[in-house]
């Protein structure tokens, strides 16, 4: 896996990460680790596709994602995962993601009454609405960008709302998105064939 529980920090910083010792209840890394098994498969799959997904994955295994690999990866692993110039990586849009999904899950639990929210003593709960919404689009903007840029055009390569080749590819503070990069490395990753994104709003959610 690329996002580790300790990743999730500032903007989605997630609370009793650690489990307490000698205590009959788990902190959070034990729910969040579980998020982070299902959602980072199912958001690479959708923004790689299952063929550069599966391409990807072995890699994972290697240095120097894994310090006990053998191996070391290929470089166009190491910036596809890591980053490269303005290009910053999956980790970042992997948390934003990942804490999106937690933070509408962790809102509510089922018991045997059925759905209850905690009752929180010198506290006011408050609707996760905003902070969910936030980092999805943070995610978003990451992973597909915000706005439409005609500069990069791929000839015969994937199709973006109907149109072979043109994609979302700018992003909002001059960072690169990661379908900018992989369109203009198009010939380095030739099976990338993402999947439909959609960003939200806050009545979305």
Not at 8 to 29: H, K, R
């Amino acid at each position: 896996m690329i996002a580790k529980p300790q990743d999730f920090i500032l903007e989605a910083y997630t609370p009793n990460v650690a489990d307490a010792p000698n205590y009959d209840s788990t902190g959070n890394d034990t729910e969040l680790q579980g998020f982070i098994e299902e959602y980072e498969k199912n958001c690479l799959v959708n923004l790689l596709g299952w063929e550069l997904y599966s391409e990807l994955l072995p890699e994972l295994s290697k240095k120097p994602f894994n310090p006990d690999g053998t191996e070391t990866a290929d470089q166009k692993w190491i910036d596809l995962v890591n980053g490269k110039d303005a290009y910053r990586g999956l980790k970042g849009l992997l948390v934003s993601y990942i804490f999106y999904y937690f933070l509408r899950s962790d809102n509510s639990h089922y018991a045997t009454i059925g759905i209850q929210q905690e009752n929180s003593e010198n506290a006011v709960r408050t609707t996760p609405e905003p902070k969910a919404v936030m980092q999805y689009r943070k995610y978003y903007d990451q992973a597909v960008g915000t706005y439409y840029d005609n500069d990069y055009f791929i000839k015969d390569g994937p199709v973006f709302n109907g149109m072979p080749g043109v994609i979302w590819g700018g992003n909002s503070n001059n960072f690169q998105s990661l379908f900018q990069f992989l369109s203009q490395n198009y010939d380095v990753y030739s099976n990338w064939k993402p999947g439909f994104v959609s960003n939200i709003r806050s009545y979305d959610i």
